[in-house]
């Protein structure tokens, strides 16, 4: 097609697919996070990147693996936010919501400038686990077993997620606290506990990204900076007014941008932002977003 | 929008004789430092700032919208301009026109886009237009890639005040700064600085204010706020661009940190640490930010341990997470206040 050979199209096809399920997992919790706290977390890519360094720790220190990094490193990086969301942000929330951007992009240039200053900016490797050596042969393309992972488990994340905001008691909660949180509190449920969990949850999620995002990126202070920017324009396209719409989103442009890499390499850096430009003269409100 | 700093601009509207004290102060400062011996070159890149500080300060603490890729003007009118003199051999008068000219277009159209969505919205996406300008940066050939535009000439002002540094007499192979640089960038800045202050209290500017205090009652009174908003957009990049074509011909150099994204981050918190909606607060924060970073370039030691120009980014990170939780106002704001309170 196109004098494209079809292993080329798969398999930037799969690349591109692999980046969106980093973008679909990375702009839910930034939708989940704006939802409640109104505020962008410009930390998110900072804390992504935390997440991958905490597994690089785990392991390189401690001897522990993968499997137990998946676990830890959101629990510990969902803590640390938890903690910024207590002594910081809480403060502002009264105020105008750019000073919580503000604020959350001074934090990730604290991290970034301290991660870099005692592990470079180069990237360090992390050892793929035993279990994910080999690929599937599907006949047209080989799938290595890690990426095949990697799809499968963020597609389990996201619906996970969906489904706990969408379909449960909880997830009932927090999405009347998000339209209005005086009258959820009146009703003597504990917002303010909601909006600290809220926070370390999507932290959280930024976290398990990076720890995924590990074994095929290289572990790198700045792997975060870069991404935040794509998946901010990844939030603009999709509007943050729904869960599905952010999955929705960041799969597709993952796909967008792979297709992209084929048919018109010099463009791949920048297709998500022309979409964007496009989005917004067509439908300033995103795709899946409404107007507030 | 609610403003951001609606309670700083209280006390940012300095009567007419504070104003034309201080600004007779800061430019008598400004024109007798490289007379008293300190260094030229530092003074220029303070004013490139300042200017690029006070241009944004216009969109942020009067029209109340953050961009978050302002970087984006200063770098393509820095490109501009350095092409422009280097390759077309234009006088530098004309290539900073013609940088200034660049990035207004680009302020037209980025403007345009953005200014749809409101808030946090048009934050993201001015980062990301920002970040798609960067990236044809890269890429295209003129800009020379990591390399950026080295050796710009600097030429003689309107044919006739040569720009160019001076061979010092008594140190063989070592340059003074030309001062005719010097004083040119001067005007420029002191220039820029008087329009911006007749904006913000011409009537365009007070409209701007209350379209930041309450949209929708702005436009109930028959504003057409988009139209303000744009213009204000219009404005504030056309100046950021004068700011940087000037510092490409002062530093002979336009190079790609100036459209990254750090740098748009950079200009935030200048106004930040300065005083948002203050008229002398981005100087002052240009003035400030601008001296950190030249001392860490040399390195500093604190409790034994030496910061060097490595700590800049952690640094910077600390002083917004300080202002926003501590510092609001910024140092002429609180100045500002205190002198209020006293007053009251």
Redesign the interface.
């Given at each position: 097609m196109f004098g494209i050979s079809t292993q080329a199209l798969f398999g930037q096809l799969l690349i591109g697919l692999i980046n969106g399920a980093f973008y679909a997992m990375l702009s839910l919790g930034l939708a989940v996070i704006f939802g409640l706290l109104n505020i962008i977390n410009f930390t998110h890519g900072a804390q992504y990147m935390l997440g991958a360094f905490c597994a690089w720790f785990l392991l390189q220190w401690l001897g522990i693996g993968y499997w137990w990094a998946l676990l830890l490193a959101p629990i510990a990086v969902g803590i640390f936010g938890i903690v910024i969301e207590r002594t910081m942000l809480s403060r502002l929330y009264k105020l105008d919501h750019l000073y919580g951007l503000l604020l959350t992009f001074g934090i990730a240039l604290i991290l970034q400038g301290v991660f870099t200053n005692y592990f470079g900016s180069s990237g360090l490797p992390y050892t793929l686990p035993p279990e994910f050596s080999g690929a599937f042969d599907l006949g047209f393309m080989y799938l290595p077993k890690y990426r095949a992972w990697v799809i499968i488990a963020s597609l389990l994340i996201c619906f996970g997620t969906w489904f706990v905001i969408e379909r449960t008691k909880l997830g009932a909660y927090l999405r009347a606290a998000t339209e209005n949180a005086p009258l959820v509190q009146a009703f003597g449920i504990n917002v303010p506990r909601m909006v600290t969990l809220t926070y370390g949850f999507g932290v959280g999620l930024a976290a398990l990204a990076g720890v995924m995002a590990a074994p095929i990126y290289t572990v790198n202070p700045l792997m975060g900076a870069n991404m935040i920017i794509v998946v901010f324009a990844v939030v603009v396209i999709g509007g943050m007014g729904s869960i599905l719409g952010a999955i929705l989103t960041g799969f597709g442009l993952g796909i967008v941008e792979g297709l992209t890499k084929v048919f018109y390499p010099e463009a791949s850096n920048t297709v998500i932002f022309v979409v964007m430009v496009l989005v917004l003269l067509v439908k300033p409100a995103g795709l899946f977003g409404r107007e507030r | 929008?609610?403003?951001?700093v609606s309670s700083a601009a209280a006390f940012a509207q300095p009567s007419s004789t504070v104003f034309v004290i201080g600004t007779a102060v800061m430019v008598a400062l400004f024109a007798l430092a490289p007379l008293l011996g300190v260094y030229p070159v530092f003074l220029m890149k303070v004013m490139c700032f300042a200017l690029f500080a006070c241009a944004f300060n216009l969109l942020l603490g009067y029209g109340g919208l953050?961009s978050f890729g302002h970087a984006m003007f200063l770098g393509t009118a820095g490109y501009v301009s350095a092409h422009a003199a280097k390759a077309w051999g234009l006088a530098p008068e004309l290539a900073i026109l013609s940088g200034t000219a660049a990035a207004a277009l680009l302020g037209i159209v980025v403007g345009a886009?953005a200014i749809?969505?409101q808030?946090?919205?048009f934050?993201?996406?001015t980062?990301?237009?920002a970040?798609?300008v960067y990236?044809?940066y890269?890429?295209t050939p003129f800009t020379h890639g990591e390399d950026g535009i080295q050796a710009v000439p600097r030429g003689a002002l309107f044919g006739l005040f040569d720009l160019s540094d001076t061979a010092d007499p008594t140190h063989p192979g070592k340059t003074n700064s030309s001062l005719v640089m010097y004083y040119f960038v001067l005007a420029i800045f002191v220039g820029a600085f008087l329009l911006i202050h007749r904006v913000i209290h011409s009537p365009f500017g007070n409209v701007l204010k209350a379209i930041r205090e309450n949209e929708p009652r702005a436009l109930s009174l028959g504003y057409d706020a988009e139209r303000y908003k744009l213009l204000a957009f219009v404005l504030s990049a056309t100046l950021s661009g004068l700011a940087g074509a000037t510092k490409a011909i002062v530093f002979q150099l336009a190079s790609l940190t100036d459209v990254q994204?750090q740098m748009s981050?950079e200009v935030?918190l200048m106004t930040?640490l300065g005083g948002m909606g203050t008229i002398f607060g981005p100087v002052v924060g240009a003035f400030v930010i601008i001296g950190i970073e030249n001392y860490l370039s040399a390195g500093i030691t604190l409790f034994g341990v030496t910061f060097g120009a490595?700590?800049?980014?952690?640094?910077?990170?600390?002083?917004?997470?300080v202002?926003?939780?501590a510092f609001?106002r910024g140092i002429v704001g609180e100045l500002g206040a205190w002198w209020a309170r006293r007053n009251a």
């Open positions: - | 929008m609610s403003a951001p953050l886009l749809r969505r808030g946090i919205y934050a993201m996406i980062l990301a237009i970040q798609m990236f044809f890269l890429q994204w981050g935030v930040l490595q700590w800049v980014t952690v640094i910077t990170g600390f002083i917004f997470v202002c926003v939780l609001r």
